[in-house]
């Protein structure tokens, strides 16, 4: 591994247990075990650091589904919603601490100023309910999902599936032992009923 990925691996994990002001640039030398000039030499300051490990997220998360859609391969949009639902609960365990970064307050404090982070956070959320709202839209066209807002619907749906994988990221629940309620949940607000008399007759 590089110098500086290992410096932005390390940086993911510090900002996201201990936040963005209570990470020195000391704590990022002593775990990274590079001198403080080489991390200035790979960034600028603190907060640039911070943006670079962001568009990492961004990358990760973003190739991540992508690779996912495209070795799977759905009956139709219902399942491509539950089968989104699943894989969204596996990568946020898979990456805890890009998620948790996700799930701390700061990186929306400074989005609030910084048009690259702001921009980062939006392609990442844009993602992340992209793939459920596409899944949605195909559940419309095939019958198996009730017409409804295909947009504000995959909003819903997303801030209920990432609720369950902040539970899980905190440590408050596992993930693992809510997920058929969570189907069952995500069937109900979408199920097109005369579709499924239909198959089953």
Not at 33 to 48: C, L, R, S, Y
Request: proline share 0%; with cysteine; net charge neutral.
């Amino acid at each position: 591994m590089s110098k500086r990925n290992a410096i932005l691996e390390a940086g993911t994990r510090l900002f996201s247990r201990n936040g963005f002001k209570q990470t020195s640039m000391a704590e990022l030398s002593r775990a990274t075990g590079a001198a403080g000039g080489t991390i200035f030499h790979h960034f600028k300051n603190k907060e640039d650091l911070f943006l670079n490990i962001l568009k990492d997220v961004q990358v990760s998360i973003l190739s991540s589904f992508s690779e996912h859609k495209k070795k799977t391969d759905y009956i139709n949009g219902m399942e491509m919603v539950e089968g989104a639902v699943a894989f969204y609960l596996h990568i946020a365990g898979d990456k805890e601490d890009q998620f948790l970064l996700l799930h701390r307050h700061f990186p929306y404090q400074i989005a609030e100023t910084n048009a690259a982070c702001r921009g980062y956070l939006e392609s990442i959320y844009n993602c992340l309910v992209g793939i459920f709202e596409e899944g949605i839209s195909r559940g419309i066209k095939d019958g198996s999902i009730r017409n409804q807002t295909s947009h504000n619907t995959a909003m819903i749906l997303f801030a209920m599936v990432d609720g369950v994988a902040r539970l899980h990221t905190y440590n408050l629940y596992h993930a693992g032992s809510l997920y058929q309620d969570l189907i069952a949940s995500c069937q109900s607000l979408l199920a097109n009923n005369n579709h499924q008399r239909n198959t089953d007759e």
